[in-house]
């Protein structure tokens, strides 16, 4: 074996760097696994996000089918009954307006968030 005085050091220092890698080790790998799950969390919202913003836009033009479908059965209503009052069929049909600007509205906010705005890296120093 060795018979120098320093052997002995030099191994107890070899063997406390063997266990802080060791350690380092250990923690990179729960680190990696961490950022995978957050991976998979950002990867799923943002499917919920694209998901969301279909059904929103899906919705949204329905409705306007139906408000625009509606209007048009008010007005052949009309023209085959003019003494039929439709003021109340009228009045809410047009109270759908407000609800459906704000779901246009949701879908422009979503859309926002599926597509965020570039983020520009601070300069360094």
Known sequence: ???SPWCLPARQALNEINQRLSRIEQAQEIIMSQQSTEQQDVD???AAIGSLTTVIATVGTDL???V???QAEIAALQQANPAVDTSAL???VAGLSA???ALQ???TAVDALETPAPVTPPASS
């Open 1 to 3: 074996m060795c018979g």
């Open 44 to 46: 799923a919202a943002t």
């Open 64 to 66: 306007e089918a139906a």
């Open 68 to 70: 625009a479908n509606i």
């Open 90 to 92: 009228d009045t809410a």
């Open 99 to 101: 609800p459906l600007a």
């Open 105 to 107: 509205s949701a879908d």
